[in-house]
């Protein structure tokens, strides 16, 4: 149990022949593991280009057969061996020869395990030693632990994928105070693993915003979403639009160190200033473009789009904010435009209507304008090398104007006015990620039927395909699915202190994190992954 995938009845016919590969590789020498290339999948020995300097002593036969590491994600595979694992000792930790560029990651695992960090050194008994294998076999992020002879080889195609090969060590150590015996060998499901904060209905403070990207990577997650925009309060400071800035907001630098964090924990910060809805606090010091209906009747948070002025003012934002956060993604918002909630937005708006109809010719609607807004805005960050999100009822099904094909669909509800079952958007072609508000959605308050999710649901139930309510969509579009997050949205701001907020995520965080590292149905209940997740602190 505990996240052990060779116990499974699927894979137990291939553990004999498993161990005696790793049998195999732990005849080798770790001598030659300072520098160079893992050989093929060896877990980090060297190829047999290379002669051994001295052979190592077989592991004790006394040892029983080693099990998988007790973390959070489970390590997708774990081949066990026989032999008394790696614990903090006299060693310390060292980077292999031409894998300097882990001095970071080196750092804070020895920090952590409370053990010397030598720099780029040879190996000796007892320590810990990070490798780059860019030659290795293995996509972006997987990694690599070889535990044998009382040392421990941490190896990946890239520097996330040792960095998560040091969270693996850290928990292991932390649940059952070693690393075991014998080679993990992991990689993620899917490549966007996250959470998402409303910064702006509800100010939480920089160190708190902190904490979640500290214990986000434990659970090797890459990205962060920043909502800080909305009706309700405009959170980070503005050197182009002050008057615009909610009176608790973070700082510059507030938000340089954040991201500076997020870098060093291999965590992608996904700004997002959300229009042409949403943007009541924006309004509020600039009332002469809000939109207004036929009676004169303003629009909460709606933006007038067809106001030049309004493009103008969203677009210095976006510049403005772009040079704050040099993370490749930016998500555009794009969803509840009140001025197509109406039942006849061409009536309710007139001027709008007229206004698609000569841009876009006789058949156009007030929704062309909206996509058309959209699509100006990713026409603005694109050029500055950003991939774009959007939400999913800011896509129009009918449209004169379509939304850009490289716009990326986060999927939260099929609730909405307009909004379209995920099949849809995949069978078009379009590439998605999940957040459905069925499982993934912690409101605070918990308005509109929502409950806050305990984690149990998500864990037992939901996968990426599980897109919309609680049916998966067709496995054929896996390729299509690029992973999920998690999200805290703050209707009722008051309704919890950040610290409770912190508290009520940790077990659905961690139920995220197992299913999008891996969307087996896991090996452990759900009552021993809360135990587990209690050990692990």
């Not at 099990?67 to 595979?77: E, G, L, M, N």
């Not at 009676?295 to 002025?309: L, N, S, Y």
Request: hydrophobic letters at 35%.
């Amino acid at each position: 149990m505990g996240g052990i995938r060779v116990t499974r009845h699927s894979e137990r016919a291939r553990v004999a022949g498993a161990i005696v590969a790793a049998a195999a590789a732990f005849s080798m020498t770790l001598t030659g593991c300072s520098s160079g290339e893992p050989g093929g999948t060896g877990g980090g020995v060297r190829g047999a280009g290379r002669t051994p300097v001295a052979a190592a002593p077989s592991p004790s036969r006394t040892y029983p057969l080693s099990k998988a590491p007790d973390t959070i994600p489970s390590v997708r595979t774990h081949v066990p061996a026989h032999g008394p694992g790696w614990r903090p000792g006299t060693g310390g930790v060292v980077i292999a020869k031409g894998s300097e560029a882990l001095a970071d990651e080196g750092q804070l695992i020895a920090k952590e395990l409370k053990l010397g960090y030598r720099g780029a050194v040879p190996a000796r008994a007892g320590d810990v030693e990070l490798a780059l294998a860019t030659a290795a076999k293995g996509k972006p992020e997987s990694y690599t632990v070889l535990t044998r002879g009382g040392r421990v080889r941490i190896s990946g195609p890239d520097q996330a994928g040792v960095f998560y090969g040091t969270r693996t060590l850290k928990q292991a150590v932390r649940s059952g105070g070693a690393m075991p015996e014998g080679v993990v060998r992991d990689q993620p499901d899917r490549p966007q693993r996250g959470l998402m904060v409303d910064i702006a209905r509800k100010h939480f403070t920089a160190g708190w915003i902190e904490d979640r990207l500290r214990e986000m990577a434990d659970l090797k997650m890459n990205q962060l979403g920043l909502h800080f925009s909305d009706d309700q309060g405009f959170r980070i400071a503005s050197d182009t639009h002050p008057e615009i800035v909610s009176r608790e907001h973070l700082t510059k630098d507030e938000v340089r160190r954040i991201v500076d964090l997020a870098a060093r924990l291999h965590i992608t910060v996904i700004p997002e200033i959300d229009s042409p809805g949403h943007l009541g606090a924006v309004l509020a010091a600039h009332p002469q473009l809000q939109l207004r209906d036929a009676a004169g009747r303003t629009v909460p948070g709606a933006i007038d789009v067809g106001q030049p002025a309004s493009a103008k003012l969203v677009d210095e934002l976006l510049k403005e904010y772009a040079d704050l956060f040099p993370g490749a993604y930016w998500h555009l918002g794009g969803d509840e435009y009140q001025a197509l909630v109406r039942k006849n937005p061409e009536a309710s708006f007139p001027q709008l209507a007229a206004l698609a109809r000569q841009k876009y010719g006789p058949n156009a609607r007030v929704q062309d304008l909206a996509t058309a807004w959209v699509n100006d805005r990713a026409a603005v960050l694109r050029p500055l090398g950003r991939k774009l999100k959007a939400w999913n009822d800011g896509f129009f099904r009918g449209g004169v104007v379509a939304a850009d094909k490289d716009l990326e669909v986060e999927y939260w509800t099929g609730k909405e006015i307009g909004a379209r079952p995920p099949e849809e958007y995949l069978h078009e072609g379009r590439r998605l990620i999940n957040l459905n508000d069925e499982y993934m959605y912690y409101v605070l308050g918990e308005p509109n039927e929502f409950r806050y999710p305990t984690g149990r649901r998500i864990y037992e139930e939901w996968t990426p395909f599980v897109i919309r309510g609680t049916q998966p969509v067709p496995r054929r579009y896996s390729d299509q699915i690029l992973g999920g997050r998690f999200a805290i949205w703050c209707d009722l701001s008051n309704a919890q202190t950040q610290d409770q907020v912190a508290r009520g995520i940790a077990m659905p965080l961690r139920a995220t994190s197992q299913k999008l590292w891996d969307p087996r149905t896991p090996v452990r209940s759900w009552q021993q992954f809360d135990a587990l997740a209690k050990k692990l602190g």
